[in-house]
T-cell receptor, first 117, second 111 residues
Framework: AQKVTQAQTEISVVEKEDVTLDCVYETRDTTYYLFWYKQPPSGELVFLIRRNSFDEQNEISGRYSWNFQKSTSSFNFTITASQVVDSAVYFCALSEAKKSSGDKLTFGTGTRLAVRP | DAGITQSPRHKVTETGTPVTLRCHQT?????MYWYRQDPGHGLRLIHY???????DKGEVSDGYSVSRSKTEDFLLTLESATSSQTSVYFCAISAREETQYFGPGTRLLVL
């Protein structure tokens, strides 16, 4: 069975601080995908990034960066110079990558990030 | 935007009544999913579809049924709503590259 753990329930930072959201996963599959989604106070789910299990390169997109380490089964998300608009709940998710029946996502319980001015 | 709508967006109903939620996509994607979101649980998969009339159960399927008679529509039915089904329901579609895009959600309150 797959499992995603986001141990940090809530994080509060002051604007311009850097913050890292942790994600640890468990799977027996050799091929899988990892995702991060953002859920702002308005409630929608916004896709941020997808990473497949064969690509361990870190990725940077503006103030966002992701560190994927298969050795520790972690896919951590760092926001540099946080802003108030980054306040949201962030979800890490894992999929089985079985195309014949679709890619079912297993979500972590989310980390609520509050960025104070 | 992935072209996904959900209806209704909000609904209040009473225990024991049937409820149907609709997910509509304009992208012609093969895969569609229903999740529920509850505090402390993140999102959990209820049912999913991999084609017209092709559906299967997810992690929390008890008390729910689904139907997909057209590519663009995926219906979630609560045959007899219970208070434990009070939740926010999200529909998702699989675009290319296995990324799921989500609809705006439906808030359901069962009294």
């Amino acid at each position: 069975a797959q499992k995603v753990t986001q141990a940090q329930t809530e994080i509060s930072v002051v604007e311009k601080e850097d913050v890292t959201l942790d994600c640890v996963y468990e799977t027996r599959d050799t091929t899988y995908y990892l995702f991060w989604y953002k859920q702002p106070p308005s409630g929608e789910l916004v896709f941020l990034i997808r990473r497949n299990s064969f690509d361990e390169q870190n990725e940077i997109s503006g103030r966002y960066s992701w560190n994927f380490q298969k050795s520790t089964s972690s896919f951590n998300f760092t926001i540099t110079a946080s802003q108030v608009v980054d306040s949201a709940v962030y979800f890490c998710a894992l999929s089985e990558a079985k195309k014949s029946s679709g890619d079912k996502l297993t979500f972590g319980t989310g980390t609520r990030l509050a960025v104070r001015p | 935007d992935a072209g996904i709508t959900q209806s209704p967006r909000h609904k209040v109903t009473e225990t024991g009544t049937p409820v149907t939620l609709r997910c509509h996509q304009t992208e012609n994607h093969r895969y569609m999913y229903w999740y529920r979101q509850d505090p402390g649980h993140g999102l959990r998969l209820i049912h999913y579809s991999y084609g017209v009339k092709d559906t299967d159960k997810g992690e929390v399927s008890d008390g729910y049924s689904v139907s997909r008679s057209k590519t663009e529509d995926f219906l979630l039915t609560l045959e007899s709503a219970t208070s434990s089904q009070t939740s926010v329901y999200f529909c998702a579609i699989s675009a290319r590259e296995e990324t799921q895009y989500f609809g705006p959600g439906t808030r359901l309150l069962v009294l």
